[in-house]
């Protein structure tokens, strides 16, 4: 017969449901992939009078932690819960009682990680995260073993499915934000609160845990840019289509000479590109490695079944030991060397502006010339014809939108401009400035 591995659950939400009916479901086939049998001994949860989406055995549940806390005979801890408080103090007595961790809290890891990893190796227990970046994209087993002969040079990926989903059906229905916000609600890609998705947070967190396993360097979200998506608007994305490009939320980490440009940013990306073909709720990260060259992975980035797999292939790996052989070095492929990151001065690319102008002689060349002096070359420049408005005392007054693609320039020069160009009576408020992946 086999061993016996007892395991507690920290949370039973959407994922946890999930990872319950795959261990109660899937036992013959768990215990052929680890050689032990996995048993669910204890449930953690907040509200035990809450409905659940699964019947469980009797006895699982409990609203007290330290009825795990003091069963030694748990010896892995899947905490699912999100945030920051409690999750951290649940894991660090999670781990000071011996237990082994997976866990799928990215804003947990990016913030304390580093000390969470410590004291994990200081008690001989291991963390496994593959759950917390991209879902069912395994994507923390690549960075930390498939490529760990290689010295990372690139990250360009898509790390939120909820913002992909909302960008995709915005163009292919001609929709407002608004709408398909609701829709993705509906359809469980976004939190009733989405802020942490459309904001960028959650894909500038996901970004943070890579650039630590692919470069060795801790960063915190406060050291590079990051720009949402809940304000942009359905014109943006056609201008773009009609440029040759479509909008999605890229996420970027490159080693440039002995220094890191990091961005999250709603961004351009040539039609041609795999990234800009990644619909709905999917994830897409290119990696580029000194030795293999650029590698593409693809999948569903949100929902319960892609996290839920990601969490039992950690819980596997846990049980039948690898993690053991892999955890003590997760964090170090650098030899501790900390990068410095760029200053967001200095990060070159191409961009896209828009701006809406009043329809009158001199518009043109106003702008151009605070592009130019701020040594901003234009590449091309969209105004769709209108229809003549009517004058008054010869002056129209008509605003008509003016879409700028420039040459390569600087993030400093830009900001530069756009800080001139927001002085001009002929520009209105509602500016919007993207780059460009080329």
């Known amino acids: 017969m086999s061993e016996t591995v007892k395991i507690a659950l920290i949370g039973l939400g959407t994922v946890g449901t999930g990872v319950a009916r795959v261990v109660l479901e899937e036992s013959e086939r768990l215990t052929r992939r680890c050689g032990k049998k996995i048993e669910i001994a204890k449930v953690v949860v907040r509200d035990l ?9 009797p006895g699982l549940v409990t609203d007290n932690l330290q009825e795990v806390l003091d069963d030694d005979s748990i010896t892995v801890a899947v905490q699912l819960i999100g945030g920051i408080h409690p999750a951290k103090q649940y894991m660090e007595q999670l781990i000071d009682a011996g237990k082994h961790i997976v866990s799928a809290n990215k804003a947990l890891l990016c913030q304390h990680g580093t000390e969470l990893f410590a004291r994990a190796r200081e008690k001989g227990r291991t963390i496994a995260f593959e759950a917390a970046v991209a879902g069912g994209i395994p994507i923390i087993h690549v960075l930390s073993q498939a490529m760990s002969g290689n010295q990372i040079t690139a990250i360009e990926a898509i790390l939120n499915g909820t913002s992909n ?58 050291q590079f840019p990051k720009q949402g998506i809940d304000t942009l608007p359905l ?48 994830n897409m990260i290119a990696l580029e490695g000194d030795v293999v060259g650029k590698t593409w992975y693809q999948g569903l980035g949100a929902g319960q079944n892609p996290t839920a797999s990601a969490v039992i292939s950690d819980l596997v790996d846990t049980v039948a030991g690898r993690n053991e052989l892999i955890f ?19 990060i070159r690319r191409r961009y896209y502006l828009r701006f809406n102008v009043l329809d009158q002689p001199h518009v043109f060349a106003e702008m151009a010339d605070v592009l130019g002096r701020n040594q901003i070359s234009l590449a091309s420049i969209i105004q769709h014809e209108t229809p003549e408005a ?23 020069r830009i900001r530069a401009a756009n800080e001139e160009l927001s002085k001009l009576n002929s520009i209105r408020e509602d500016r919007v400035i993207l780059p460009v992946l080329d």
Do not use: C
């Open 49 to 57: 009078s809450r409905t659940r989406q699964i019947d469980l055995p």
């Open 328 to 346: 003590p070095f997760m964090d170090l492929w650098n030899e501790g060397k900390q990068l410095e990151v760029m200053p967001a001065e200095e």
């Open 165 to 222: 989903f909302i960008l995709s059906e915005m163009f292919l229905g001609g929709r407002s934000y608004e709408d398909v916000l609701a829709e993705a609600q509906e359809l469980g890609y976004a939190e009733a609160d989405p802020t942490l998705d459309v904001d960028g947070t959650d894909a500038a967190q996901k970004l943070g845990l890579l650039v630590q396993l692919a470069f060795g360097t801790k960063v915190t979200l406060d």
């Open 235 to 282: 014109e943006d994305l056609l201008y773009a289509y009609e440029l040759g490009y479509s909008i999605r939320l890229i996420a970027v980490a490159r080693l440039v000479k002995d220094e890191l440009e990091l961005h999250v940013q709603p961004t351009l990306v040539p039609l041609d590109k795999p990234l800009a073909q990644v619909h709905g709720p999917n």
């Open 390 to 412: 009517p004058e008054a005392n010869g002056d129209s007054k008509q605003v008509v939108p003016v879409v700028i693609m420039t040459h390569m320039t600087t993030e400093g």
